[in-house]
């Protein structure tokens, strides 16, 4: 530090010291700039600089005058030399930098800057400014930024892209997205709600359960967990537990209008309709230009529901009016009409915003095109199929079934194979209909798909002057289909050639193979023991709904014509050990 004798108080004729340094420097500076003088500002900061070179504010506040004064690459250049040499932690500069590519029109370069703060900077000290800089650039460069997170809202960036997903019907990859962003911050409530609901639409009541318990630990008053909660007692028929959540619930008056609406479609699932009516009621008053036609369609349901018919009559006018379009409030209106004039009551409304789901799949099955654009625009058309197979009556599954089929893709294929596997004890005509829907998807033989070498398909068809039932065929594809996920498409492949064998083995005048399901199980059961898995009758038995001596005794009758231990190579099994049956 340097001191220098350079001033005289004029009263007492005392000497006063004048000490030159970084603060002595940064001050003058500062006077400079409040009278508009730049450049004495910017000596005054080189020399603060010059003083304490490994001051990384220092340095700022030059890049600072610097951008004042519109020489926005030199103020750059020291931004970068603080991140490279003085403090590479100092992560505002990458904001600084930002602006400063901004104003010469470098936007690519202020994007890539303005990204690298977000996603580095912990404190979010320009989280305001930053959002306002982003609007800016995604006006210019016509797109959005590839910003994958914010530091400081940790999570935030994530979890708008896993509720996304949830609103497109894509529930496993929104749990995936969920159950990440729950490792690095536990305590993001929303997050843990919104997994519980993909669980929810994915069928997994339990884990569904457990999130939300979760959450009411560390927040008990939350109000889309306690929702979420009450549905859930109910679809588990848990009245005891369900009587004291709904009653506190009723009693409940939110504030917010995402409250408002969570507690209305939550009071309508419950069936207190009345209580969703005035909730529903409250939001057209409250919501600007009285809403949309779906929030018009929510509180005709609840009205309907509640045997107040004139008010359903006037909100579905109103939803026609605003959506002339949608066949929807149409339909309802002309139930609604043929219903007062039978003088009977409206049978029960959904609270979705869409045609009843039978109406629906008859549309779907006359009209091919109108399925394509159906599935489309409402993503959260997979949920309904899947609660469709799995709670609709036997009719609908089949309906579903054949709309799937149509629908075509890996999505609706993976759809039935998940439903076969959860439910492996379905009729034989139902499970005949899946079976046929997962060929036209596949294309030829379901399971077909996993070989992987056309040029050996040949070798799993044994020539033979009879001709290939369809009864043999179904035992072929309910087998693989059964075994899909568990096994490789190598033993799956083994299993249809050990099949082909047994009847080409059997002779020109093959007996009726009645009981398609216990010939899948015993085959099933084969190729276990071939690949060496420990496997018994009882598990496979449970598995193809069918009885331990069926699987047993035919699994014997298999063995016997294939002698399979004494030929293991030739169907493509090397297993680790093996037990005779």
Not at 37 to 48: E, G, I
Not at 143 to 156: D, H
Not at 281 to 297: N, Q, T
Not at 332 to 344: I, R
Request: aromatic share 10%; proline share 5%; net charge negative.
């Amino acid at each position: 530090m340097i001191e220098r004798t350079s001033e005289q108080d004029a009263d007492n004729g005392n000497v006063v010291p004048l000490t030159l340094d970084a603060n002595f420097f940064f001050e003058r500076a500062v006077r400079s700039m409040d009278r508009f003088q730049y450049d004495k500002a910017l000596r005054n900061f080189r020399k603060a600089v010059e003083y304490e070179p490994d001051n990384p504010v220092n340095h700022c506040n030059l890049a600072g005058i610097l951008s004042e004064m519109g020489d926005y690459e030199a103020s750059n250049e020291i931004l970068l030399h603080v991140l490279e040499n003085v403090e590479p932690g100092m992560t505002e500069c990458h904001f600084y930098m930002a602006n400063n590519f901004a104003n010469m029109d470098n936007f690519e370069a202020a994007e890539q800057s303005l990204v690298t703060y977000l996603e580095e900077d912990a404190n979010g000290e320009y989280l305001t400014e930053s959002e306002e800089l982003m609007e800016l650039l995604q006006y210019e460069l016509d797109r959005p930024a590839p910003l994958v997170r914010i530091r400081s809202r940790e999570g935030v960036v994530e979890h708008e892209r896993a509720r996304r997903l949830l609103e497109e019907g894509k529930f496993p990859q929104a749990v995936k997205l969920l159950e990440e962003i729950l490792e690095t911050s536990p305590d993001f409530l929303a997050a843990r709600n919104n997994l519980a609901l993909a669980y929810f639409y994915m069928g997994q009541f339990a884990k569904s359960r457990e999130c939300l318990s979760e959450v009411l630990e560390l927040d008990p008053g939350n109000l889309h967990a306690l929702c979420n909660t009450a549905i859930l007692l109910q679809y588990a028929g848990d009245k005891e537990q369900l009587a004291p959540l709904v009653s506190m619930l009723e009693t409940t008056v939110p504030f917010h209008q995402e409250h408002v609406f969570k507690m209305a479609t939550t009071m309508g699932i419950l069936g207190r309709h009345r209580i969703a009516y005035s909730h529903f009621r409250r939001l057209l008053k409250e919501v600007e230009a009285g809403g949309d036609a779906s929030l018009y369609h929510y509180c005709a349901a609840a009205a309907s529901n509640s045997g107040l018919y004139d008010e359903a009559l006037h909100c579905w006018r109103q939803a026609a009016r605003l959506d002339p379009a949608s066949p929807v409030p149409g339909f309802f209106l002309a139930q609604l009409q043929a219903s007062v004039q039978a003088g009977q009551p409206m049978l029960p409304v959904s609270y979705n915003y869409q045609l009843p789901f039978q109406e629906q799949l008859k549309l779907w099955t006359d009209s091919p095109d109108l399925l394509a654009r159906e599935v489309q625009s409402n993503p959260l058309l997979r949920a309904s199929f899947f609660w469709a197979l799995r709670y609709g009556d036997a009719d609908t599954q089949r309906q579903v079934t054949a709309v799937l089929g149509q629908i075509g893709g890996s999505e609706s294929a993976e759809m039935l194979r998940e439903w076969m596997e959860q439910e492996p004890s379905l009729e034989e005509g139902l499970q005949e209909s899946v079976l046929l829907s997962l060929q036209r998807l596949i294309g030829g033989h379901a399971g077909e798909d996993m070989v992987g070498d056309e040029q050996e398909r040949p070798a799993l068809a044994p020539q033979r002057a009879q001709e290939w039932r369809e009864e043999w065929q179904r035992i072929i594809d309910q087998t693989t289909a059964m075994m899909d996920r568990r096994f490789d498409p190598h033993q799956k492949q083994a299993a249809e050639l050990l099949w082909r064998r047994f009847v080409d083995r059997l002779g020109p005048d093959v007996p009726p193979l009645r009981h398609t399901h216990g010939w899948s199980a015993a085959l099933e059961y084969m190729v276990a023991k071939l690949c060496g898995r420990p496997v018994t009758y009882r598990e496979i038995a449970q598995r193809y709904a069918v009885t331990v001596s069926m699987v047993s005794r035919y699994a014997r009758r298999i063995d016997e014509v294939c002698e399979t231990f004494d030929d293991l190579p030739s169907l493509g099994i090397f297993p680790s050990s093996t037990e005779k049956i």
